[in-house]
Protein backbone atom coordinates (compact mmCIF):
# COMPACT_ATOMS: atom_id res chain seq x y z
CA UNK A 1 0.00 0.00 0.00
CA UNK A 2 1.47 3.71 -0.86
CA UNK A 3 1.72 6.84 1.37
CA UNK A 4 0.13 9.75 -0.30
CA UNK A 5 3.02 12.17 -1.02
CA UNK A 6 3.26 15.26 1.18
CA UNK A 7 1.81 18.28 -0.31
CA UNK A 8 4.46 21.53 -0.88
CA UNK A 9 3.88 24.76 0.37
CA UNK A 10 2.69 25.90 -2.66
CA UNK A 11 0.16 23.20 -3.39
CA UNK A 12 -1.14 23.80 0.57
CA UNK A 13 -1.62 27.22 -0.63
CA UNK A 14 -3.24 26.42 -3.29
CA UNK A 15 -5.55 24.36 -1.64
CA UNK A 16 -6.54 27.05 0.67
CA UNK A 17 -6.79 29.78 -2.00
CA UNK A 18 -9.61 27.26 -3.45
CA UNK A 19 -11.23 26.78 -0.10
CA UNK A 20 -10.98 30.71 0.59
CA UNK A 21 -12.69 31.03 -2.47
CA UNK A 22 -15.42 28.65 -1.92
CA UNK A 23 -16.18 30.22 2.06
CA UNK A 24 -16.04 34.16 0.55
CA UNK A 25 -18.74 32.96 -2.03
CA UNK A 26 -20.87 31.38 1.18
CA UNK A 27 -21.19 34.59 2.81
CA UNK A 28 -18.04 33.88 5.14
CA UNK A 29 -15.68 36.32 4.56
CA UNK A 30 -13.67 36.73 7.84
CA UNK A 31 -13.14 32.90 7.25
CA UNK A 32 -12.01 33.72 3.94
CA UNK A 33 -9.56 36.57 4.93
CA UNK A 34 -8.01 34.17 7.27
CA UNK A 35 -7.43 31.27 4.27
CA UNK A 36 -6.17 34.14 1.98
CA UNK A 37 -3.51 35.39 4.55
CA UNK A 38 -1.97 31.71 5.63
CA UNK A 39 -1.80 31.19 1.97
CA UNK A 40 0.04 34.65 1.32
CA UNK A 41 2.55 33.13 3.92
CA UNK A 42 3.30 30.25 2.49
CA UNK A 43 3.92 31.17 -1.21
CA UNK A 44 5.85 34.26 0.35
CA UNK A 45 8.29 31.91 2.43
CA UNK A 46 8.05 29.16 -0.66
CA UNK A 47 8.35 31.27 -3.48
CA UNK A 48 9.15 35.15 -2.50
CA UNK A 49 7.29 38.05 -2.01
CA UNK A 50 8.08 38.86 -5.24
CA UNK A 51 6.22 36.18 -7.06
CA UNK A 52 2.69 35.98 -9.39
CA UNK A 53 0.94 33.66 -7.18
CA UNK A 54 1.69 36.28 -4.25
CA UNK A 55 0.00 39.28 -6.41
CA UNK A 56 -2.81 36.73 -7.40
CA UNK A 57 -4.04 36.48 -3.24
CA UNK A 58 -3.10 40.25 -2.73
CA UNK A 59 -5.77 41.35 -5.02
CA UNK A 60 -8.49 38.78 -4.11
CA UNK A 61 -7.48 39.93 -0.58
CA UNK A 62 -7.88 43.54 -1.81
CA UNK A 63 -11.49 42.53 -3.72
CA UNK A 64 -12.78 41.42 0.29
CA UNK A 65 -11.63 44.89 1.58
CA UNK A 66 -13.24 46.74 -1.11
CA UNK A 67 -16.30 44.92 -0.37
CA UNK A 68 -16.24 46.11 2.53
CA UNK A 69 -15.38 49.23 1.95
CA UNK A 70 -12.27 49.03 3.70
CA UNK A 71 -10.87 50.73 0.87
CA UNK A 72 -7.21 51.62 2.77
CA UNK A 73 -6.80 48.33 2.80
CA UNK A 74 -7.81 46.87 -0.53
CA UNK A 75 -5.59 50.03 -1.69
CA UNK A 76 -2.87 48.70 0.36
CA UNK A 77 -3.19 45.45 -1.11
CA UNK A 78 -3.65 46.79 -4.86
CA UNK A 79 -0.65 48.88 -4.56
CA UNK A 80 1.66 46.03 -3.81
CA UNK A 81 0.01 43.52 -6.05
CA UNK A 82 0.84 46.18 -9.25
CA UNK A 83 4.38 46.79 -7.46
CA UNK A 84 4.93 42.95 -7.95
CA UNK A 85 3.60 43.15 -11.44
CA UNK A 86 4.88 46.02 -13.03
CA UNK A 87 7.54 44.14 -14.85
CA UNK A 88 6.08 40.92 -15.31
CA UNK A 89 5.74 39.16 -18.31
CA UNK A 90 5.00 35.73 -19.50
CA UNK A 91 2.20 33.55 -21.14
CA UNK A 92 -1.55 35.55 -20.80
CA UNK A 93 -2.14 34.59 -17.36
CA UNK A 94 0.56 36.63 -16.71
CA UNK A 95 -0.37 39.52 -18.29
CA UNK A 96 -4.17 39.05 -17.15
CA UNK A 97 -3.28 39.37 -13.61
CA UNK A 98 -0.91 42.31 -14.60
CA UNK A 99 -4.05 43.93 -16.27
CA UNK A 100 -6.03 42.97 -13.20
CA UNK A 101 -4.00 44.81 -10.93
CA UNK A 102 -3.66 47.92 -12.83
CA UNK A 103 -7.33 47.81 -12.83
CA UNK A 104 -7.87 47.29 -9.36
CA UNK A 105 -5.54 49.99 -8.20
CA UNK A 106 -7.04 52.25 -10.29
CA UNK A 107 -10.70 51.73 -9.47
CA UNK A 108 -9.98 52.07 -5.76
CA UNK A 109 -8.13 55.50 -6.36
CA UNK A 110 -11.57 56.51 -8.68
CA UNK A 111 -13.70 55.35 -5.41
CA UNK A 112 -12.03 57.45 -3.35
CA UNK A 113 -12.13 60.40 -5.87
CA UNK A 114 -8.52 60.35 -6.87
CA UNK A 115 -8.81 60.95 -10.22
CA UNK A 116 -5.51 62.17 -11.26
CA UNK A 117 -4.20 58.80 -9.96
CA UNK A 118 -5.91 56.54 -11.76
CA UNK A 119 -6.13 57.58 -15.43
CA UNK A 120 -2.79 56.46 -16.11
CA UNK A 121 -3.26 53.41 -14.48
CA UNK A 122 -6.22 52.54 -16.78
CA UNK A 123 -4.20 54.23 -19.58
CA UNK A 124 -1.31 51.52 -19.44
CA UNK A 125 -4.23 49.05 -18.87
CA UNK A 126 -5.65 49.56 -21.94
CA UNK A 127 -2.49 49.79 -24.03
CA UNK A 128 -1.19 46.47 -22.88
CA UNK A 129 -4.70 44.72 -23.51
CA UNK A 130 -4.71 46.44 -27.14
CA UNK A 131 -0.81 45.30 -27.57
CA UNK A 132 -1.27 42.16 -26.49
CA UNK A 133 -4.74 40.92 -27.08
CA UNK A 134 -5.57 42.53 -30.00
CA UNK A 135 -8.10 45.45 -30.26
CA UNK A 136 -11.35 43.51 -30.30
CA UNK A 137 -10.72 41.46 -27.32
CA UNK A 138 -12.71 40.87 -24.05
CA UNK A 139 -9.74 42.47 -21.93
CA UNK A 140 -10.09 45.14 -23.92
CA UNK A 141 -13.63 46.24 -23.42
CA UNK A 142 -12.87 45.47 -19.38
CA UNK A 143 -10.28 48.25 -19.98
CA UNK A 144 -12.11 50.55 -21.95
CA UNK A 145 -15.01 50.33 -19.72
CA UNK A 146 -12.88 51.68 -16.89
CA UNK A 147 -11.69 54.13 -18.42
CA UNK A 148 -15.15 55.44 -19.70
CA UNK A 149 -16.05 55.13 -15.83
CA UNK A 150 -13.50 57.32 -14.86
CA UNK A 151 -14.29 59.69 -17.45
CA UNK A 152 -17.89 60.02 -16.51
CA UNK A 153 -17.04 60.66 -12.65
CA UNK A 154 -14.84 63.90 -14.03
CA UNK A 155 -17.73 64.58 -16.46
CA UNK A 156 -15.74 64.25 -19.76
CA UNK A 157 -18.76 62.56 -21.20
CA UNK A 158 -17.94 62.86 -24.61
CA UNK A 159 -14.83 60.78 -23.90
CA UNK A 160 -16.94 58.38 -22.35
CA UNK A 161 -19.65 57.59 -24.61
CA UNK A 162 -17.28 56.03 -27.35
CA UNK A 163 -15.05 53.99 -24.78
CA UNK A 164 -18.22 52.10 -23.94
CA UNK A 165 -20.15 51.87 -27.15
CA UNK A 166 -16.42 50.35 -28.20
CA UNK A 167 -16.51 48.04 -25.50
CA UNK A 168 -20.46 47.33 -25.90
CA UNK A 169 -19.81 46.00 -29.25
CA UNK A 170 -16.37 44.10 -28.28
CA UNK A 171 -18.11 42.33 -25.74
CA UNK A 172 -21.79 41.82 -27.69
CA UNK A 173 -19.62 40.17 -30.37
CA UNK A 174 -17.47 38.23 -27.80
CA UNK A 175 -20.07 37.20 -25.12
CA UNK A 176 -23.46 37.92 -26.76
CA UNK A 177 -26.09 40.18 -26.42
CA UNK A 178 -27.22 38.72 -22.97
CA UNK A 179 -24.12 38.29 -21.18
CA UNK A 180 -24.03 39.88 -18.03
CA UNK A 181 -20.79 42.06 -18.80
CA UNK A 182 -22.81 43.35 -21.85
CA UNK A 183 -25.29 44.49 -19.33
CA UNK A 184 -22.59 46.38 -17.35
CA UNK A 185 -21.93 48.40 -20.39
CA UNK A 186 -25.89 49.16 -20.25
CA UNK A 187 -25.44 49.99 -16.73
CA UNK A 188 -22.56 52.56 -17.37
CA UNK A 189 -24.33 54.24 -20.75
CA UNK A 190 -27.44 55.23 -18.76
CA UNK A 191 -24.96 56.18 -15.67
CA UNK A 192 -23.40 58.61 -17.98
CA UNK A 193 -26.85 59.95 -19.58
CA UNK A 194 -27.85 60.70 -15.65
CA UNK A 195 -24.51 62.42 -14.89
CA UNK A 196 -25.25 64.27 -18.10
CA UNK A 197 -28.53 65.07 -16.80
CA UNK A 198 -30.29 63.38 -20.08
CA UNK A 199 -32.76 61.34 -18.03
CA UNK A 200 -35.27 60.03 -20.62
CA UNK A 201 -32.28 59.40 -22.91
CA UNK A 202 -30.37 57.21 -20.46
CA UNK A 203 -34.11 55.00 -19.40
CA UNK A 204 -33.91 52.79 -22.15
CA UNK A 205 -30.25 51.52 -21.15
CA UNK A 206 -30.72 51.13 -17.90
CA UNK A 207 -34.22 49.67 -18.56
CA UNK A 208 -31.97 46.71 -20.74
CA UNK A 209 -29.17 46.23 -17.95
CA UNK A 210 -31.57 45.17 -15.70
CA UNK A 211 -33.53 42.48 -18.24
CA UNK A 212 -30.33 41.38 -19.33
CA UNK A 213 -28.94 40.75 -15.77
CA UNK A 214 -32.00 39.75 -13.78
CA UNK A 215 -32.84 36.76 -16.35
CA UNK A 216 -29.03 35.89 -15.94
CA UNK A 217 -28.23 36.21 -11.80
CA UNK A 218 -31.38 36.10 -10.52
CA UNK A 219 -33.70 39.16 -8.82
CA UNK A 220 -32.20 39.12 -5.91
CA UNK A 221 -28.40 39.69 -6.90
CA UNK A 222 -26.23 42.54 -6.10
CA UNK A 223 -25.82 43.51 -9.56
CA UNK A 224 -29.22 43.64 -10.49
CA UNK A 225 -29.71 45.76 -7.42
CA UNK A 226 -27.26 47.96 -8.64
CA UNK A 227 -28.79 48.32 -12.19
CA UNK A 228 -32.42 48.76 -10.10
CA UNK A 229 -30.98 51.90 -8.50
CA UNK A 230 -29.63 52.77 -11.66
CA UNK A 231 -33.02 52.72 -12.99
CA UNK A 232 -34.53 54.36 -10.22
CA UNK A 233 -32.29 57.53 -10.92
CA UNK A 234 -33.10 58.11 -14.34
CA UNK A 235 -37.12 57.98 -13.16
CA UNK A 236 -36.28 60.01 -10.27
CA UNK A 237 -35.09 62.79 -12.92
CA UNK A 238 -37.87 62.87 -14.91
CA UNK A 239 -40.19 62.82 -12.12
CA UNK A 240 -41.19 59.58 -12.00
CA UNK A 241 -41.05 59.13 -8.56
CA UNK A 242 -43.21 56.25 -7.10
CA UNK A 243 -41.76 53.91 -9.80
CA UNK A 244 -37.85 55.21 -8.80
CA UNK A 245 -39.31 54.60 -5.25
CA UNK A 246 -39.81 51.27 -5.31
CA UNK A 247 -36.69 50.32 -7.56
CA UNK A 248 -34.86 51.79 -4.82
CA UNK A 249 -35.91 50.39 -1.85
CA UNK A 250 -36.17 46.91 -3.69
CA UNK A 251 -32.09 47.61 -4.12
CA UNK A 252 -31.75 48.86 -0.33
CA UNK A 253 -33.14 45.56 0.76
CA UNK A 254 -30.92 43.72 -1.32
CA UNK A 255 -27.84 45.68 -0.07
CA UNK A 256 -28.58 45.85 3.78
CA UNK A 257 -29.08 42.13 3.45
CA UNK A 258 -26.27 41.10 1.54
CA UNK A 259 -23.47 44.05 2.86
CA UNK A 260 -24.69 45.19 6.00
CA UNK A 261 -26.55 48.60 7.21
CA UNK A 262 -22.80 50.79 6.66
CA UNK A 263 -22.19 49.85 2.92
CA UNK A 264 -21.59 52.42 0.67
CA UNK A 265 -24.49 51.27 -1.49
CA UNK A 266 -26.72 51.54 1.21
CA UNK A 267 -25.31 55.05 1.53
CA UNK A 268 -25.94 56.30 -2.26
CA UNK A 269 -29.48 54.51 -1.95
CA UNK A 270 -30.38 56.29 1.32
CA UNK A 271 -29.21 60.01 -0.52
CA UNK A 272 -31.45 58.93 -3.36
CA UNK A 273 -34.81 57.86 -1.29
CA UNK A 274 -34.13 61.30 0.20
CA UNK A 275 -34.01 63.17 -2.63
CA UNK A 276 -37.75 61.48 -3.64
CA UNK A 277 -39.01 62.52 0.26
CA UNK A 278 -37.52 65.73 -0.75
CA UNK A 279 -39.20 66.05 -3.96
CA UNK A 280 -42.57 65.70 -2.28
CA UNK A 281 -41.83 68.29 0.81
CA UNK A 282 -41.53 65.64 3.30
CA UNK A 283 -38.90 67.04 4.78
CA UNK A 284 -38.28 65.24 7.82
CA UNK A 285 -37.81 61.87 6.36
CA UNK A 286 -35.81 63.53 3.66
CA UNK A 287 -33.53 65.09 6.57
CA UNK A 288 -33.02 61.43 8.49
CA UNK A 289 -32.06 59.68 5.02
CA UNK A 290 -29.95 62.52 4.64
CA UNK A 291 -28.48 62.43 7.83
CA UNK A 292 -28.04 58.52 8.18
CA UNK A 293 -26.13 58.50 3.98
CA UNK A 294 -23.52 61.04 5.11
CA UNK A 295 -23.08 59.01 8.16
CA UNK A 296 -22.13 56.16 6.64
CA UNK A 297 -20.19 58.06 3.94
CA UNK A 298 -17.95 60.13 6.43
CA UNK A 299 -17.44 56.26 8.04
CA UNK A 300 -16.45 54.89 5.15
CA UNK A 301 -14.47 57.72 3.57
CA UNK A 302 -13.11 60.09 6.16
CA UNK A 303 -14.66 63.77 6.34
CA UNK A 304 -13.25 65.33 3.28
CA UNK A 305 -14.36 63.01 0.27
CA UNK A 306 -16.14 63.69 -2.67
CA UNK A 307 -19.08 61.53 -1.69
CA UNK A 308 -19.32 62.87 1.48
CA UNK A 309 -19.39 66.06 0.32
CA UNK A 310 -22.33 65.20 -2.73
CA UNK A 311 -24.45 64.20 0.52
CA UNK A 312 -23.52 67.58 2.45
CA UNK A 313 -24.51 69.75 -0.44
CA UNK A 314 -27.82 67.78 -0.83
CA UNK A 315 -28.89 68.09 3.09
CA UNK A 316 -27.65 71.61 2.08
CA UNK A 317 -30.48 72.46 -0.23
CA UNK A 318 -33.18 71.04 1.99
CA UNK A 319 -31.81 73.27 4.53
CA UNK A 320 -31.69 75.95 2.33
CA UNK A 321 -35.66 75.43 1.30
CA UNK A 322 -36.48 74.89 4.90
CA UNK A 323 -35.23 78.46 5.71
CA UNK A 324 -32.36 76.78 7.84
CA UNK A 325 -29.67 79.16 5.99
CA UNK A 326 -26.73 79.85 8.75
CA UNK A 327 -26.67 75.57 8.83
CA UNK A 328 -27.31 75.21 4.69
CA UNK A 329 -24.07 77.38 4.39
CA UNK A 330 -21.97 75.66 6.60
CA UNK A 331 -22.86 73.43 4.38
CA UNK A 332 -22.46 74.20 0.82
CA UNK A 333 -19.09 75.83 2.61
CA UNK A 334 -18.13 72.31 3.64
CA UNK A 335 -18.83 70.62 -0.12
CA UNK A 336 -17.35 73.41 -1.84
CA UNK A 337 -13.60 72.79 0.12
CA UNK A 338 -13.67 69.62 -1.10
CA UNK A 339 -14.91 70.22 -4.66
CA UNK A 340 -11.95 72.89 -4.96
CA UNK A 341 -9.70 70.49 -4.54
CA UNK A 342 -10.93 67.58 -6.70
CA UNK A 343 -12.99 68.41 -9.36
CA UNK A 344 -12.53 70.77 -12.57
CA UNK A 345 -14.38 74.40 -11.76
CA UNK A 346 -16.89 73.08 -14.71
CA UNK A 347 -17.73 70.23 -13.27
CA UNK A 348 -21.70 70.08 -12.68
CA UNK A 349 -20.88 68.82 -8.95
CA UNK A 350 -19.37 71.93 -8.58
CA UNK A 351 -20.79 74.43 -10.02
CA UNK A 352 -24.17 73.65 -9.20
CA UNK A 353 -22.81 73.93 -5.30
CA UNK A 354 -20.66 77.28 -6.26
CA UNK A 355 -24.74 78.38 -6.99
CA UNK A 356 -26.14 77.28 -4.01
CA UNK A 357 -23.28 78.85 -2.20
CA UNK A 358 -23.60 82.24 -3.51
CA UNK A 359 -27.18 82.30 -3.80
CA UNK A 360 -27.23 82.13 -0.35
CA UNK A 361 -24.29 83.74 0.79
CA UNK A 362 -26.20 86.48 -0.77
CA UNK A 363 -29.19 85.86 0.70
CA UNK A 364 -27.73 85.66 4.18
CA UNK A 365 -25.65 89.12 3.60
CA UNK A 366 -28.37 91.31 2.54
CA UNK A 367 -30.39 89.74 5.64
Request: charge should be negative; aromatic fraction near 8%.
Amino acid sequence: MTQNKEQSPVEIACSLCDSAVTSYEQGRSDEAVSLFLRALHLLETAEGQDCPDVAAILNNLGAIYEDRCLYAEAEEHYRRAVTIMMDADGDDDILRLRLQSLSNLGRIHRIQGRYSLAEPLFLQALALAEDRFGLDHTEVASALNNLGMLFKYQARFDEARPLYLRALAIYEQALGPDHAETASIYHNLGGLEHAAGRFAEGEPFARRSVEIREKALGPDHTDVAADKAALAALLDGQGKCDEAEQLYREALSIFERVYGAEHYEVAVNLNNLAAIHQARGESEEAERLYIRALAIKEKIFGSENLEVALTANNLGVLYQQEGRDEEALALFERAMAVFERSLDPAHPHFTACRENYDALAISVSDF
